[in-house]
């Protein structure tokens, strides 16, 4: 299911860990979807570079090496530079992603889109206003489910995964 890319970043992720007093920080995911990730960042002001970038994710092997691989690709770049870093290169860099994980690709993107707005708004003296979090787990018409445990695809409104003999009445 997964390519060895993918494979080696999730059996040997870069960059894990936390930076204290980071420079920005971007949080995305949803706990009961199975997939949550935080990125660090510190930047090297005269430069405007990110001199070190760190994660911590909670997921999947996808979101694992999505991570890991965003953190590799977005090191020593310029703020400008990261920014233009998107879902498809980080799949693309992955060597491919199986289509039922592709979203994971998404929240390595966007973390680290928001870890960047983080620290510019640190030095434009903005403070906004932490989302509150939305626990709940939707779906619209037609959006296919898979459990966070074992991504066997389920109806939407299952309550018990067959394949791995999990309840999912919370994290579903």
């Known amino acids: ?26 949080e995305v995911g949803n ?5 949550m990730m935080t990125i660090y960042l510190k930047i090297d002001e005269n430069e405007k570079r990110i001199s070190d970038i760190k994660f911590q994710t909670f997921g999947c092997g996808s979101a694992i090496a999505v991570s890991s691989m ?3 690709m977005a090191k020593g770049k310029t703020l400008d530079e990261a920014r233009k870093i998107s879902n498809k290169d980080v799949a693309e860099a992955l060597e491919g992603l199986p289509k039922n994980k592709l979203h994971c690709s998404n929240l390595g993107a ?36 898979y459990c966070p445990y074992c991504d066997v695809e389920l ?5 018990f995964c067959e394949a791995c003999q999990r309840d999912l009445t919370e994290e579903h």
């Open 1 to 26: 299911m997964y390519n060895q890319v993918v494979m080696d970043h999730f059996k040997n992720p870069r960059n894990v860990g936390v930076i204290e007093d980071p420079d920005g920080v971007g």
């Open 31 to 35: 706990p009961l979807c199975g997939d």
């Open 70 to 72: 965003l953190t590799e």
């Open 110 to 145: 966007d973390a680290l889109h928001m870890a960047i707005q983080d620290y510019d708004d640190k030095k434009a003296g903005i403070v906004r206003p932490r989302e509150e979090r939305e626990e709940k787990h939707e779906h619209g018409d037609g959006e296919t489910c």
């Open 155 to 159: 109806d939407e409104k299952a309550s």
